[in-house]
């Protein structure tokens, strides 16, 4: 046998991350699911590698096609990862609140970026998620996995990170908060967890000025975060609460984090650590309570910790150099 074959490929390498214990003094255990340990450096490689298969499964794509996707970069950095190495064209759209580090991220990988205006809807034409959706239809062979109505996106979840958080937590979990935005990850954890237990309480941590959770939306700078679409992804059976949050305090745990605990992760993972530290006040020390820090902070330098604290209150434009829509980036 080769000693090649005693070893796993990249994309065998998604999932399976580690549950660890964080020490901030609380009654009840309080563990972190470490999704910024997947290759592509996120919670997304799970549904974006699940969609692509499936979509390959299906003909839906094609050998030599072209992937176009709406992403804030997560759900982009992980499409544009799988498709160079399963050898696709890749084209990412992304609103101009997305950090820069994101955006160089998805060039590295020699995806062709287009940033659009941080709308306060997805009615917008000139929204990300509108644009991807004319790119997919004027390129030939062209798929978008459109994670927001892609029912495999939850069920990725409900297939892997729901089963490690039971079998990590051996079936003791009572509570799991995590930040919700397509809504793959609590819809499809959420059902596999409910399924083992019906009383596991699941909690979403939203943006506060989404569509969900605001009666007037408005552009927010939270990444990863913001239920500005509701679908067949939102498994509203699989919830227990939705909670919304502000960009500054988002903003001020995830510096927080780093700063004073030595964690270094992204936004939606401050979010839901302010949320988290909050809700677990009133439970008790047999409650076992799973957060979901979904990346790294090292994807958020300038945007969160190169900046002075009140940096996120201003606008996305502020914030970062916006390219014009129509300017394409890293040409295949």
Same mark, same amino acid.
């Given at each position: 046998?080769?000693?090649?074959?005693?070893?796993?490929? &990249?994309?065998?390498?998604?999932?399976?991350?580690?549950?660890?214990?964080?020490?901030?003094?609380?009654?009840?255990?309080?563990?972190?699911?470490?999704?910024?340990?997947?290759?592509?450096?996120?919670?997304?490689?799970?549904?974006?590698?699940?969609?692509?298969?499936?979509?390959?499964? $299906?003909?839906?794509?094609?050998?030599?096609?072209? &992937?176009?996707?709406?992403?804030?970069?997560?759900?982009?950095?992980?499409?544009?990862?799988?498709?160079?190495?399963?050898?696709?064209?890749?084209? +990412?759209?992304?609103?101009?609140? $997305?950090?820069?580090?994101? +955006?160089?991220?998805?060039?590295?990988?020699?995806?062709?970026?287009?940033?659009?205006?941080?709308?306060?809807?997805?009615?917008?034409?000139?929204?990300?998620?509108?644009?991807?959706?004319?790119?997919?239809?004027?390129?030939?062979?062209?798929?978008?996995?459109?994670?927001? %109505?892609?029912?495999?996106?939850?069920?990725?979840?409900?297939?892997?990170?729901?089963?490690?958080?039971?079998?990590?937590?051996?079936?003791?979990?009572?509570? %799991?908060?995590?930040?919700?935005?397509?809504?793959?990850?609590?819809?499809?954890?959420?059902?596999?967890?409910?399924?083992?237990?019906?009383?596991?309480?699941?909690?979403?941590?939203?943006?506060?000025?989404?569509?969900?959770?605001?009666?007037?939306?408005?552009?927010?700078?939270?990444?990863?975060?913001?239920?500005?679409?509701?679908?067949?992804? %939102?498994?509203?059976?699989?919830?227990?609460?939705? &909670?919304?949050? $502000?960009?500054?305090?988002?903003?001020?745990?995830?510096?927080?984090?780093?700063?004073?605990?030595? &964690?270094?992760?992204?936004?939606?993972?401050?979010?839901?650590?302010?949320?988290?530290?909050?809700?677990?006040?009133?439970?008790?020390?047999?409650?076992?309570?799973?957060?979901?820090?979904?990346?790294?902070?090292?994807?958020?330098?300038?945007?969160?910790?190169?900046? !002075?604290?009140?940096?996120?209150?201003?606008?996305?434009?502020?914030?970062?150099?916006?390219? !014009?829509?129509?300017?394409?980036?890293?040409?295949?």
């Amino acid at each position: 046998m080769s000693i090649g074959n005693n070893y796993k490929t &990249i994309l065998q390498m998604i999932g399976n991350t580690p549950l660890v214990r964080l020490e901030f003094g609380t009654k009840p255990t309080l563990l972190a699911k470490l999704e910024l340990l997947n290759p592509g450096g996120s919670v997304k490689d799970r549904c974006a590698l699940y969609m692509v298969e499936e979509a390959e499964r $299906t003909g839906k794509l094609k050998p030599g096609g072209t &992937i176009v996707e709406a992403s804030s970069g997560n759900q982009g950095i992980s499409l544009a990862m799988i498709g160079k190495i399963k050898g696709y064209r890749v084209i +990412i759209t992304a609103p101009d609140r $997305t950090a820069q580090e994101k +955006i160089a991220i998805l060039r590295a990988y020699g995806a062709e970026v287009y940033v659009c205006p941080n709308t306060d809807t997805h009615d917008d034409p000139r929204n990300y998620h509108t644009f991807a959706e004319h790119l997919t239809r004027s390129i030939p062979g062209a798929y978008m996995p459109n994670q927001y %109505f892609n029912k495999v996106n939850p069920e990725a979840h409900y297939k892997t990170t729901g089963p490690e958080i039971w079998q990590q937590t051996e079936g003791k979990i009572t509570h %799991f908060i995590t930040g919700t935005g397509s809504c793959g990850t609590i819809s499809g954890t959420g059902r596999y967890l409910k399924e083992q237990n019906p009383n596991v309480k699941v909690i979403g941590v939203d943006a506060a000025t989404s569509m969900y959770s605001s009666k007037e939306p408005k552009a927010y700078n939270v990444e990863g975060l913001g239920i500005d679409v509701i679908s067949d992804t %939102f498994d509203k059976n699989a919830i227990d609460h939705v &909670i919304p949050i $502000t960009d500054e305090d988002a903003f001020t745990m995830t510096r927080k984090l780093a700063r004073d605990h030595g &964690i270094m992760v992204g936004i939606s993972s401050g979010a839901v650590m302010h949320v988290a530290l909050e809700y677990v006040k009133n439970l008790s020390e047999s409650d076992v309570v799973v957060v979901m820090f979904a990346d790294s902070g090292r994807n958020y330098l300038s945007k969160v910790f190169m900046t !002075t604290p009140s940096a996120e209150s201003r606008t996305p434009s502020q914030q970062t150099e916006t390219v !014009t829509v129509g300017a394409v980036h890293s040409p295949r």
